[in-house]
């Protein structure tokens, strides 16, 4: 017996020398690499802090550079960029201004000129554009799956790439692309502020993989699964402690909603640094535009006596009178804005309308927004086909990258402006459509739920709903409402969104920069 002991203590202390023997090389190898990792960041951090001084002192001040790798889009995301800018701008005339972006076959000039177009923003000096080469390692289409860690680690190596190009002093990101915050940090020296439109991953996305509720971001055949359901959630949570690491990094962190707020501040842990800077809409663009009927509103009480409720005095002609109502969407034709939701709502009001007066002829859908890629090419070809399918192709209209002076014109004359977005961040074109006296009718969620269809002085400012048949019901309402109380609405609206002008937009991001913007240009 004691020999056997003595025997499995030998093969005991020779299995401990073994792994000792193989242990000690991965240990000392694995501190050498560190070691020559972090020399290596700290060489770059070095070479880049070197570039920044030289161009510093060539250009004789400080620099502020925007990461926006689609500014030459037309959605909410390109007004903040504009109005940051202008801000900026007119407040530093000291500071030079560099925008990243991935748009290819366009100039500088070409850029300022369809932001005049778009927005009616023309900034009151020049900007550079550093023109990035590889967008497509952003583009959702290069990753059939694991979308989201795809698409950020491509941010890093676009973020990379703008870095190389060219060292600011404070680099703000105004898409969303948190992992490229501690690039820029850490490697590039730069002070770093965040605006977040939406946050890459949320709390309300891990309880639709949860309850395993198909959506266009969770597949049917995840979403039969339990066990796939559950290693997405997992992947989720990975992603998410991630996220909130690399968000974290910002110095300020600005978002768009009192939504966005509460799930940034649940991901990136900041709140002394986090504020609130409702979005910029150019509602003063539509102010000037009087809500019809406010000068004689009895008469047009009796106008829709007499016509029975078919006219509400909106519309083309010059003197008010039509026979069309018109039902404008704006938003850019992403998955996440649902048109289909729109195109069957509106075809079931169209089913329950009937071809009677006031019915199928006198009502129109315009679906009014951005394309920013060929995929979003292919989904409007998408949205075409399943208005065909449904058989109101003659009734709906679509309106691609229009100028400003279009959408203006589309929602003036329109009576209904429709949103159908899920935990839309905050909603530019809900505001747009309530400033330009157009009764919103927005989804029962996110923004407009918590931000911007509310009570204004104990006055309804529009309406919610949250599947086809509460929108088809609630644009039957409207479309029934007197003048009168249609008048009561748009009033009450348009009142409500003076504190989404572009005036508090810029003067709320100017005090939550100002801070930052001192301590680099003292």
Partial sequence: MAGHHHHFSLCFCDLMRLLWSLVMPCVFLSLALTLLLLLVLLGLRVWLQGRRKTRRARDGGPAV???????????????????????????????????????QGVTGEQILEGARQRFNITLPRPVTFVFLRHRGLVEATSYPHFTLLGQ????????????????PDLYIDSMGYAFTLPIFRYLGGCKVASYVHYPTVSTDMLSVVRERNPRFNNADFISRNPVLSALKVLYYCLFALLYGLAGSCSDVVMVNSTWTL???????????????????????????VPLEGEEDEDELEEGWEELGGEEDGRGGGAGGDRKCHSIVSVGQFRPEKDHPLQIRAFALLLDRKGDGPGGREALRLVLIGGCRNQEDEDRVLMLRGLCQELGVSDRVDFKLNVPFAELKRELVSATIGLHTMWNEHFG?????????GTIVLAHKSGGPKLDIVVPHEGRQTGFLADSEDSYATAMETILALTPSAKLEIRRAARESVARFSDQEFEACFLAATEALMNQMVR
């Fill in 65 to 103: 550079a925007f990461f926006h790798p689609y500014c030459h889009a037309g959605g909410g995301g390109e007004r903040v960029l504009w109005c940051s800018l202008r801000a900026l701008m007119n407040r530093y005339s000291n500071v030079s201004f560099v925008v990243y972006t991935g748009d």
């Fill in 262 to 288: 509460g799930h940034i501040l649940a991901l990136w842990r900041c709140p002394s640094r986090t504020s609130v800077v409702y979005p910029p809409c150019d509602v003063r663009a539509f102010l000037d």
């Fill in 428 to 436: 530019i074109g809900v505001v747009e459509c309530m400033a330009a």
């Fill in 152 to 167: 950020s680690l491509g941010s890093m190596f676009l973020g990379w790439e703008a870095l190389t190009a060219f060292v």
